[in-house]
DNA sequence: TCACTGATCGTCT
DNA sequence: GACGATCAGTGAG
């Protein structure tokens, strides 16, 4: 079955990372995985863009945070808080580190697949946060640095349908920056994270 | 429904 | 040695 839309070329992708957060909503992103393919529509996510000290690239290229200077369209996937993973899609042009975190999915296809390793959790709750969401796709560091604009594991396709009205606010979870309002979220859909208000 | 907290470990200071 | 782009469970109101 291929409800899948087509994959997305790095050349539609905006370099600009506030740009692509918003580009992304309403997206779709599509796991190949052994047990069988999952998409979901990207409904929630934040930019942390040059010169952010919330970004991790704000300190210089590390060991961890390489993957995050790579070009636009490839997945950092970062440990964090000892039992979770989160993905990011890599912004700006090769060697610059910024990059948008893909806070939550609407599960399409494959939920049966990520609802077994979310131990049964509603279809609501089984990609709502950035933990939650790499947990259901299977995504770990074994995926940082896959190219998702080129066919993999991992990728991004096109929209199955015109995104909702999309809201902006500040970002969850941060001690630092945290006046800028570089989340971007679908209003009023109810796989989205944290607070629905601006 | 909201606020608070422990879990848990890789990374950088 | 401290802390973090989180989550689930608990208890109070």
Redesign the pocket.
């Known amino acids: 079955m291929s409800k899948s839309p087509r994959r997305l070329r790095r050349g539609e992708l905006p370099v600009d990372t506030t740009e692509l957060a918003q580009f992304l909503i309403g997206k779709t992103l599509v796991r190949d995985h052994p047990q069988g393919r999952m998409t979901g529509r990207i409904v929630e996510t ?1 930019a ?1 863009v040059v010169g952010d000290a ?3 690239a704000f ?1 210089g290229e ?4 390489r993957a ?1 200077f790579l070009e636009r369209g490839h997945a950092y996937v970062y ?6 993973h ?1 993905l ?1 899609v890599c912004g700006e042009v090769a060697g610059v580190g910024a ?1 948008v ?1 893909v806070r939550a999915i609407q599960p399409i296809e494959g939920i049966e697949i990520m609802r077994s390793r ?1 131990d049964g ?1 509603r279809d609501v ?1 089984i990609a709502r ?5 790499a947990t259901a796709l299977d995504i770990d560091r074994r995926l940082n640095g896959t190219d998702l604009c080129a066919d993999g594991p991992l990728w991004l396709a096109g929209s199955l349908g015109p995104a909702g009205r999309i809201a902006r606010s500040r ?5 630092r920056e945290i006046d800028r309002k570089l989340r971007f979220f679908e209003s009023d859909n109810p796989h989205v ?1 944290g607070p629905r208000a601006p």
């Open positions: 934040e942390y919330a970004c991790h300190r590390t060991p961890r945070n995050l440990f964090i808080y000892g039992c979770w989160a990011n990059g975190l979310r959790q709750d946060g950035p933990g939650r969401l970002r969850i979870g941060l001690s994270s």
